[in-house]
């Protein structure tokens, strides 16, 4: 440190209430506007999102009056929690720059799963969750294994699986075909709410530890004399994220409350962005969807990486399965087939997590199976037949699809320049 | 510069005989001999380059001293004593770094990530992206890179200058001793490989051995101390990097005789003497 060199000598002289301006010039005056406040990359992506999800709300609340009542978003989030739960799984499989496309069954097996064991056998409902989870996980390494130790492209694996695990939920389910659920801990699962004082305290302590983490997070920065991000950006983004809280707890609040699913999705959203952003097997997830090669080189092992991801995400297929069979109150042949898969993937595409690896945040998860939520709920509600719903849910992904594209081609067009 | 001694040079006492000294490589592939009785040195603090047409051998050595393809025959002798050079891992612990031309960066993670990639410092279950981020400030710094504007920008963005530079920085986290560049300075523009070559220069200050493979010949004449030939596999002669040599390097990559040698293939050696 002691030979810093002159150009960062200014910003790191400077305590907090300058740098802020500091950096914005060490940027190259770039960041302007809108710009400046919601900063660069990730989160310009999720302010499309969040652009796109309030248009389509726009649309359905002009359309019929429902839509946005407290009733029928709080059905809102009880629908997505499944899906979305399965795409958390997803994204990691998309920042390896790899597909799954066996999470639809594994969610169908682990409901069939679930079911067998807490009605047939009288299994505890904790244990037939945690045997669920660790079939789950099992499926993961095997195929996990087979695409990383074999070489074999995950998309071919994968559908290999699709086939099979749904063959495994038919032989699972067997002669009954239905299994109704009974057991209390599983179907409280997804139709149970927060008690209203309780949810503001968890909204609270929710807010606190963003607000508290954030602004440590800057001290240590300005404490260590690295440059800091524009203050009133920090400021704007705290604030639009506690107000979003704030009033999503008070709308559903109106209605039956936060739903325990609800609270179960974000959590896992939460555990699994930490993850990917702080420890360093996210970052070497990130590199491995990047550059494999690269990071093979740099020592990393990435098949093993590879392999932990593909258990995470049957893991997490699983657990929304679970999640549905909870909500349904029941299991059957059709668990996790049909559009299961599709709208789980869509989802995090449509909320910009890239198909080429490397690139898009966790909370995509959450906001894309709130867009593609949303649109199913919308017209649903508007009464439309489901050959529109498709279309629509198709047209608005080949849209989110397009965008990726077109964003990787201008960036490998600076990249050469 | 007198703070940035931490690469190597306590152990390596000047002028105590080369850092890296090759006898007798060989290497053969099938009924291919890429490399016949080859030697080469290198001193601390000393710019080699390595030259010679497509097919020369340059690759292949590079391959041996880095481990990748180890030599067949042939001793290696690095910092006086006698080293086997069998695996990647070998040349690093040994503190020989290399920088292959596609550079091996991820292009999605910045650049503090990427010089970090494989050895992320952590704090607690964390990675402490504060550290990190300023020990990559203070090796930049070090190296006197002014060209990146900032080091959290993602390597996808940069020129290829910068990230010719962000993967030589890599090279340089492990405190080699020793650093092999494979043509760093291929499809860069002039201003760009104007740096690269200060950067190279940089390396040698503090002291470091540097092997530099080049197909051109005007960077290797303005920042290496010496040029090494290759031809068909041997060693095509060695010669002082000043600009009368220009000539002799080039007959002697191209095998054409200037004025005394004929363009018959090398099976002595004629180089000794050019």
Same mark, same amino acid.
């Given at each position: 440190?002691?030979?810093?060199?002159?150009?960062?000598?200014?910003?790191?002289?400077?305590?907090?209430?300058?740098?802020?301006?500091?950096?914005?010039?060490?940027?190259?005056?770039?960041?302007?506007?809108?710009?400046?406040?919601?900063?660069?990359?990730?989160?310009?992506?999720?302010?499309?999102?969040?652009?796109?999800?309030?248009?389509?709300?726009?649309?359905?609340?002009?359309?019929?009056?429902?839509?946005?009542?407290?009733?029928?978003?709080?059905?809102?989030?009880?629908?997505?929690?499944?899906?979305?739960?399965?795409? @958390? %799984?997803?994204?990691?499989? !998309? =920042?390896? +720059?790899? #597909?799954?496309?066996?999470? &639809?069954?594994? $969610?169908? *097996?682990?409901?069939?799963?679930?079911?067998?064991?807490?009605?047939?056998?009288?299994?505890?409902?904790?244990?037939?969750?945690?045997?669920?989870?660790? @079939? %789950?996980?099992?499926?993961? !390494? =095997?195929? +996990?294994? #087979?695409?990383?130790?074999? &070489?074999?492209? $995950?998309? *071919?694996?994968?559908?290999?699986?699709?086939?099979?695990?749904?063959?495994?939920?038919?032989?699972?389910?067997?002669?009954?075909?239905?299994?109704?659920?009974?057991?209390?801990?599983?179907?409280? =699962?997804?139709?149970?709410?927060?008690?209203?004082?309780?949810?503001?305290?968890?909204?609270?302590?929710?807010?606190?530890?963003?607000?508290?983490?954030?602004?440590?997070?800057?001290?240590?920065?300005?404490?260590?004399?690295?440059?800091?991000?524009?203050?009133?950006?920090?400021?704007?983004?705290?604030?639009?994220?506690?107000?979003?809280?704030?009033?999503?707890?008070?709308?559903?609040?109106?209605?039956?409350?936060?739903?325990?699913?609800?609270?179960?999705?974000?959590?896992?959203?939460?555990?699994?962005?930490?993850?990917?952003?702080?420890?360093?097997?996210?970052?070497?997830?990130?590199?491995?969807?990047?550059?494999?090669?690269?990071?093979?080189?740099?020592?990393?092992?990435?098949?093993?990486?590879?392999?932990?991801?593909?258990?995470?995400?049957?893991?997490?297929?699983?657990?929304?399965?679970?999640?549905?069979?909870?909500?349904?109150?029941?299991?059957?042949?059709?668990?996790?087939?049909?559009?299961?898969?599709?709208?789980?993937?869509?989802?995090?595409?449509?909320?910009?997590?890239?198909?080429?690896?490397?690139?898009?945040?966790?909370?995509?998860?959450?906001?894309?199976?709130?867009?593609?939520?949303?649109?199913?709920?919308?017209?649903?509600?508007?009464?439309?037949?489901?050959?529109?719903?498709?279309?629509?849910?198709?047209?608005?992904?080949?849209?989110?699809?397009?965008?990726?594209?077109?964003?990787?081609?201008?960036?490998?067009?600076?990249?050469?320049? | 510069?007198?703070?940035?001694?931490?690469?190597?040079?306590?152990?390596?006492?000047?002028?105590?005989?080369?850092?890296?000294?090759?006898?007798?490589?060989?290497?053969?592939?099938?009924?291919?001999?890429?490399?016949?009785?080859?030697?080469?040195?290198?001193?601390?603090?000393?710019?080699?380059?390595?030259?010679?047409?497509?097919?020369?051998?340059?690759?292949?050595?590079?391959?041996?001293?880095?481990?990748?393809?180890?030599?067949?025959?042939?001793?290696?002798?690095?910092?006086?004593?006698?080293?086997?050079?069998?695996?990647?891992?070998?040349?690093?612990?040994?503190?020989?770094?290399?920088?292959?031309?596609?550079?091996?960066?991820?292009?999605?993670?910045?650049?503090?990530?990427?010089?970090?990639?494989?050895?992320?410092?952590?704090?607690?279950?964390?990675?402490?992206?504060?550290?990190?981020?300023?020990?990559?400030?203070?090796?930049?710094?070090?190296?006197?890179?002014?060209?990146?504007?900032?080091?959290?920008?993602?390597?996808?963005?940069?020129?290829?200058?910068?990230?010719?530079?962000?993967?030589?920085?890599?090279?340089?986290?492990?405190?080699?001793?020793?650093?092999?560049?494979?043509?760093?300075?291929?499809?860069?523009?002039?201003?760009?490989?104007?740096?690269?070559?200060?950067?190279?220069?940089?390396?040698?200050?503090?002291?470091?051995?540097?092997?530099?493979?080049?197909?051109?010949?005007?960077?290797?004449?303005?920042?290496?101390?010496?040029?090494?030939?290759?031809?068909?596999?041997?060693?095509?002669?060695?010669?002082?990097?000043?600009?009368?040599?220009?000539?002799?390097?080039?007959?002697?990559?191209?095998?054409?005789?200037?004025?005394?040698?004929?363009?018959?293939?090398?099976?002595?050696?004629?180089?000794?003497?050019?």
């Amino acid at each position: 440190m002691s030979t810093a060199a002159p150009e960062s000598a200014p910003a790191a002289d400077q305590p907090d209430p300058t740098a802020s301006a500091v950096s914005l010039e060490a940027r190259d005056g770039r960041q302007t506007g809108l710009k400046a406040i919601f900063g660069g990359g990730g989160d310009v992506s999720t302010l499309r999102v969040l652009i796109v999800l309030a248009l389509i709300w726009a649309i359905f609340a002009i359309a019929n009056d429902r839509f946005l009542t407290a009733g029928n978003l709080t059905n809102l989030t009880l629908q997505v929690a499944a899906t979305g739960t399965i795409s @958390v %799984g997803v994204v990691l499989v !998309l =920042l390896l +720059g790899e #597909i799954d496309l066996s999470v &639809g069954a594994v $969610s169908g *097996v682990a409901g069939a799963v679930v079911g067998v064991l807490s009605v047939q056998h009288e299994w505890n409902g904790w244990l037939a969750i945690l045997a669920a989870l660790a @079939v %789950g996980a099992c499926i993961g !390494l =095997l195929q +996990g294994s #087979i695409v990383t130790w074999l &070489g074999i492209p $995950s998309f *071919v694996i994968t559908l290999a699986g699709l086939l099979t695990w749904q063959g495994v939920q038919l032989k699972v389910l067997g002669e009954a075909g239905t299994i109704n659920m009974a057991d209390p801990t599983i179907t409280n =699962l997804a139709n149970t709410f927060l008690a209203e004082g309780l949810s503001w305290i968890v909204a609270l302590a929710a807010i606190a530890l963003f607000v508290g983490g954030t602004m440590l997070s800057r001290r240590r920065r300005a404490a260590a004399e690295l440059e800091l991000e524009p203050f009133i950006r920090t400021v704007v983004r705290l604030a639009s994220v506690s107000i979003a809280i704030l009033v999503a707890v008070y709308v559903v609040n109106q209605d039956r409350g936060v739903p325990v699913s609800l609270c179960i999705l974000i959590a896992l959203v939460l555990i699994v962005d930490t993850v990917v952003r702080r420890t360093r097997y996210g970052r070497h997830v990130l590199a491995a969807g990047g550059n494999e090669e690269a990071t093979r080189r740099a020592g990393i092992p990435t098949r093993r990486v590879k392999t932990i991801v593909f258990v995470l995400a049957s893991t997490l297929a699983a657990a929304g399965g679970i999640l549905a069979a909870s909500r349904l109150l029941a299991v059957n042949q059709s668990s996790g087939t049909g559009d299961v898969l599709l709208l789980a993937i869509a989802g995090p595409v449509i909320a910009g997590v890239s198909l080429f690896g490397g690139r898009g945040s966790v909370w995509a998860a959450l906001l894309g199976a709130l867009v593609i939520g949303s649109i199913s709920n919308g017209m649903d509600l508007l009464a439309f037949e489901s050959s529109v719903k498709f279309i629509v849910t198709g047209c608005v992904l080949a849209g989110a699809v397009i965008l990726d594209a077109l964003a990787r081609k201008r960036r490998m067009a600076h990249g050469r320049g | 510069m007198a703070t940035e001694t931490q690469a190597g040079a306590p152990v390596a006492p000047a002028g105590a005989g080369p850092l890296l000294r090759l006898r007798g490589v060989s290497k053969r592939f099938g009924a291919v001999q890429a490399l016949a009785d080859v030697d080469l040195e290198v001193n601390a603090g000393e710019v080699v380059a390595l030259v010679g047409d497509n097919g020369a051998g340059k690759s292949t050595l590079i391959k041996a001293i880095s481990g990748a393809f180890p030599a067949d025959e042939g001793t290696f002798e690095f910092a006086g004593h006698n080293v086997k050079i069998n695996t990647p891992g070998d040349a690093t612990q040994l503190g020989i770094a290399v920088v292959y031309q596609d550079l091996a960066l991820c292009d999605n993670l910045d650049v503090v990530a990427n010089l970090h990639l494989g050895r992320e410092a952590r704090r607690g279950p964390f990675i402490d992206e504060i550290a990190m981020e300023r020990e990559a400030r203070s090796l930049l710094d070090s190296l006197a890179v002014r060209t990146l504007r900032s080091v959290r920008a993602e390597v996808g963005m940069l020129s290829g200058g910068q990230r010719q530079t962000v993967a030589i920085a890599r090279a340089m986290t492990g405190n080699p001793r020793m650093v092999i560049l494979d043509e760093p300075t291929a499809a860069l523009g002039v201003a760009q490989t104007e740096q690269v070559l200060q950067l190279v220069s940089r390396l040698r200050e503090r002291g470091l051995g540097v092997i530099l493979i080049s197909h051109n010949l005007a960077d290797v004449f303005q920042v290496a101390d010496r040029i090494e030939v290759l031809r068909l596999g041997r060693n095509g002669g060695s010669y002082a990097a000043t600009a009368d040599q220009r000539q002799a390097v080039v007959a002697a990559i191209t095998g054409v005789g200037q004025d005394s040698e004929p363009a018959a293939p090398i099976t002595t050696d004629s180089g000794e003497t050019a």
